[in-house]
């Protein structure tokens, strides 16, 4: 047991990333910096102008629903108090009655919230597939115009400098894209 875990030990010393570029020195010659440039996919679609045209629509085309998950709710907690405060007072039939409006309503209500779940998956979708291509080129672009080496996702990194973020530009880069309307605008730019 001992020698395996020390072979498990050795065999994670030996492919892990750090000793792999330790082990290949003449890889970059010893006074070449790596220029790094880090960016949060995530933020830099949702924040882009097509993005949030499309969740300003996607609120406007729920708030019927919305408001009417509220009044559901206002109802179902209404018949909740009065079994509260009349349940023991009530007649089993009465007490059946509300228990029927209750269950109705509740249905409505997860109806209603499943229909807005699939809305919202869907619009999500659709902005991550029209948006993706144009991220790429968006990075790919501001990483040409940055002279960066490598650009990493901001969640794989635990502490960078913010001047290291280019973020802002990519989102820049995709809102000209889709302003343009050119699939291939950000590129030769």
């Known amino acids: 047991m001992v020698?395996?875990?020390k072979h498990v030990?050795?065999?994670m010393v030996c492919l892990s990333p750090l000793s792999v570029l330790a082990a290949t020195p003449a890889a970059a010659p010893a006074s070449a910096t790596l220029k790094?440039?880090?960016f949060d996919p995530q933020v830099a679609l949702w924040n882009t102008d097509a993005a949030q045209k499309a969740?300003?629509?996607f609120k406007a085309d729920i708030k019927v629903q919305e408001?009417?998950?509220a009044d559901l709710k206002k109802q179902l907690d209404a018949l909740s108090l009065k079994m509260k405060n009349d349940g023991s007072v009530m007649s089993d039939a009465d007490k059946k009655k509300i228990q029927v409006k209750g269950d109705d309503l509740y249905r409505q209500y997860q109806n209603l919230a499943a229909t807005i779940q699939e809305k919202s998956k869907r619009m999500q979708q659709q902005v991550i597939s029209s948006l993706t291509p144009k991220l790429e080129k968006a990075i790919a672009k501001v990483q040409k115009d940055t002279g960066f080496d490598l650009?990493?996702?901001a969640?794989?990194?635990i502490i960078f400098r913010p001047d290291l973020d280019i973020t802002k530009r990519v989102i820049e880069n995709i809102n000209s894209q889709?302003?343009?309307g050119s699939p291939s605008a950000g590129q030769g730019q």
Request: proline content about 0%.
């Open 3 to 5: 020698k395996l875990f």
């Open 9 to 11: 030990v050795l065999v």
């Open 36 to 38: 790094v440039g880090i």
């Open 55 to 57: 969740l300003k629509a």
């Open 67 to 69: 408001d009417t998950m």
């Open 151 to 153: 650009v990493l996702d």
């Open 155 to 157: 969640h794989a990194a």
């Open 178 to 180: 889709v302003a343009s």
